[in-house]
């Protein structure tokens, strides 16, 4: 059979209502088919005789050789002489028997079946090794190959390997055409996909995936599909769950329009709930029945929770945890009873049902260590933090890995971004062709500075976790990267559906038709810098992960002098508030001893008053006025005065009184200051000593008010 590339045809079903097909045999049909040299001799007859011009007519299209279409055509006549009936009245099962019984020749066979019997399951007929002899048979050569030409051709322009195209895709094409009924590629759906995907063996199903992203490149689906064997949630048994509470528990997830990780999530701890209501209180069936007391009893259970505790298993067994038995982290604890809060609360909301207590006091979270994890930013050691952000800019085509298939520059601007943009993995991946701009005007600083203009430039974000669609300064370096990427990366790449705000969108990271998968940050990108970096993938924090990434870059930006504020940060990073932005701040120990030293020194300062007016000068120099709270120094020398903390009973001490003081401070020619003051250890007890000084001062003041 060959593969040369066929003139464009149409493909139209097979018609058998353009032959002359009767029910029962002529006499002189009869009379031919009664010996193997006369069945012989009307194969040679030209034309074709009524009897066998369909199965010459379908043998032809086949691209089976002549020899192979006589053996077949052959055998249907002698089993046509056996019955005495023609081949088109036959029941399927004698078809059956045929394809299973003949074995050269068998895809004719089963192309007569198709269209003479109406036997349309071919795939189960035994030892098929080579499922696309079966489609060309059946539909045709020169379509088959047609179709194959145009979907093969398509991924090649996404980036396929053209040498192993039809290798990988004729198969699975062939066996998609047979399942469809129909080979014309408009006519495959999503739903032929999933249902081709499940019912053959798992190394054959990943390039169902493959075909998916050419028809998605085609036009003709609305998104590819996961490459492997794939059922998105896997149901949560609910053995020992009352049947009531699993009901309401289905009802919320069907209802709720929160993402369907989140939503899975949820929904497995309310099950988990429905466990532990069976357990200490069996009368609960609802959300109806719980009180405030149950609400207190829960909250306490949660608070004694180990891990694998209440576990619900899925349908492939229950998975044991490594840290089974012991006690669960605070985190966990906290999404257990915000899942149970937020399922009462949309219970109540969307008009189920009233209930007996307030979901937003009675199921609060306990402002406890138990459950309240704190900010604890994990943030990337410097030196290794620094060898990536390096490592990003210098990636080689040696530093690939050898299971990696994606392009260098795809890998590298990706790499540069997560250095240089404090992104998330999410936000990363769903950026869009085009979204970076350079900054093409001067920018005026508040103190006259100037920032000429391509300093940097400017990366849109899309709608992610916290934040709309917003704007970010990043360094220019990125707009080098990210602009190289696209000059490389195939063209006929196919618009996605963004999976958070479900608009069509020409991802930047992608390749062959798809979007880059989740794990690539975590399993490719981030392993191959720290090989490229020659530091481990593991520091003092744990896993380098891209999370780590987003925060190290977030603290850098507050770390430096004159950083940027936390209000700032907030809005660079995306976040709606300044705590969400302090989980990925940590303050380091050099930098928050600096700014210790430099609050110290201000808090050992003291204000100081210094009358510049030239009749209040003496000989030492200007009039110096140490402010003291309720009284002034003039003692020049007061900062290093061993007895400063007498000064209350010194000479030098000048008593505020409403007047002088307003005067004092009101003259033109005072200026204020601060000095610092050296502390001693024996101030202390000074103060204590001078109790009777102080007594002095009192009386002094009591005699110039009656004056």
């Not at 040679?44 to 077949?72: F, N």
Request: charged share 20%; aromatic share 8%.
């Amino acid at each position: 059979m060959g593969t040369q590339r066929p003139i464009e045809c149409n493909w139209r079903p097979f018609d058998m209502t353009a032959y002359r097909l009767e029910r029962s045999l002529t006499s002189s049909e009869r009379m031919a088919l009664a010996s193997s040299h006369s069945r012989s001799s009307m194969l040679r007859m030209k034309p074709a005789p009524d009897l066998i011009r369909p199965m010459t007519d379908i043998a032809a299209g086949s691209g089976c050789g002549s020899k192979i279409a006589g053996l077949v055509i052959a055998r249907l006549l002698r089993e046509m002489h056996l019955s005495g009936t023609p081949c088109w009245c036959w029941p399927q099962e004698r078809w059956q028997t045929l394809c299973r019984e003949i074995r050269e020749g068998r895809p004719l066979m089963a192309a007569f079946a198709w269209h003479l019997g109406g036997l349309h399951d071919t795939l189960s007929l035994p030892d098929i090794r080579k499922p696309a002899l079966y489609a060309c048979a059946i539909f045709g050569q020169n379509f088959y190959y047609q179709e194959l030409h145009r979907l093969t051709d398509t991924l090649t322009s996404l980036g396929y390997a053209a040498g192993s195209q039809k290798q990988h895709t004729s198969g699975v094409l062939a066996i998609l055409m047979i399942m469809n009924r129909d080979p014309r590629l408009e006519t495959f759906t999503t739903e032929l996909l999933w249902q081709a995907q499940n019912s053959i063996d798992n190394a054959t199903s990943r390039y169902v995936g493959r075909v998916s992203h050419g028809l998605a490149a085609l036009g003709i689906i609305s998104a590819p599909m996961r490459m492997r064997n794939y059922t998105k949630w896997y149901e949560k048994p609910v053995e020992g769950i009352d049947p009531a509470w699993v009901q309401w528990c289905r009802r919320w997830r069907e209802t709720s329009v929160l993402r369907p990780r989140t939503r899975e999530s949820q929904y497995s701890f309310i099950l988990r709930c429905g466990l532990w209501l069976a357990r200490e209180h069996p009368q609960v069936r609802e959300p109806a029945d719980w009180t405030m007391e149950i609400c207190a009893s829960f909250i306490a259970a949660v608070g004694r929770m180990n891990v694998d505790e209440l576990q619900l298993g899925t349908e492939r067994g229950i998975r044991k945890s490594v840290r089974s038995g012991e006690p669960m982290m605070p985190h966990s604890r906290e999404h257990f009873i915000y899942s149970l809060r937020r399922f009462m609360i949309d219970y109540e909301n969307w008009g189920w049902g009233r209930l007996r207590f307030s979901p937003a006091r009675h199921l609060s979270t306990p402002d406890t260590p138990l459950f309240r994890h704190g900010v604890n930013p994990r943030v990337i050691d410097d030196p290794v933090w620094l060898k990536l952000v390096w490592a990003s800019l210098n990636l080689r085509q040696e530093d690939l890995l050898t299971e990696i298939q994606y392009p260098l520059a795809m890998l590298q601007a990706m790499a540069v971004i997560w250095t240089h943009a404090g992104l998330r993995k999410n936000e990363l991946l769903r950026l869009t062709t085009g979204c970076i701009a350079p900054q093409a005007d001067e920018i005026v600083k508040e103190d006259g500075s100037v920032i000429p203009a391509g300093t940097l430039c400017y990366l849109h974000i899309p709608a992610g976790k916290t934040s709309k669609a917003y704007v970010k300064p990043v360094a220019a370096v990125v707009k080098k990267y990210v602009d190289t990427w696209p000059a490389e990366r195939p063209t006929e790449q196919a618009m996605l559906a963004d999976e958070r705000t479900g608009e069509k969108v020409r991802l930047l990271f992608q390749y062959r038709g798809k979007p880059a998968g989740s794990a690539i940050m975590n399993r490719t990108l981030i392993p191959m810098l720290c090989a490229r970096a020659g530091v481990p993938e593991e520091d003092s924090g744990g896993t380098i992960t891209s999370h780590r990434g987003r925060a190290s870059a977030v603290t850098a930006l507050a770390s430096v002098p004159q950083g940027m504020s936390l209000h700032e940060l907030m809005q660079w990073t995306g976040h709606s508030t300044p705590q969400s932005t302090m989980h990925y701040l940590r303050i380091r120990p050099t930098q928050l001893a600096a700014s210790f030293v430099k609050a110290d020194r201000v808090a050992h300062m003291i204000s100081v008053l210094i009358d510049h007016d030239p009749e209040a000068a003496s000989l030492t120099g200007p009039a110096t006025y140490y402010d003291l709270g309720d009284s002034y120094c003039t003692n020049p020398f007061w900062s290093s005065c061993p007895h400063r903390m007498a000064c209350i009973g010194c000479d030098f001490n000048l008593i505020k009184d409403s007047a002088r003081g307003l005067i004092l401070e009101s003259k033109a020619s005072v200026r204020r200051y601060l000095e610092e003051v050296p502390l001693t250890p024996d101030e202390k007890a000074i103060i204590e000593q001078d109790a009777e000084k102080i007594e002095q001062a009192l009386k002094k003041m009591t005699f110039k008010s009656e004056g």
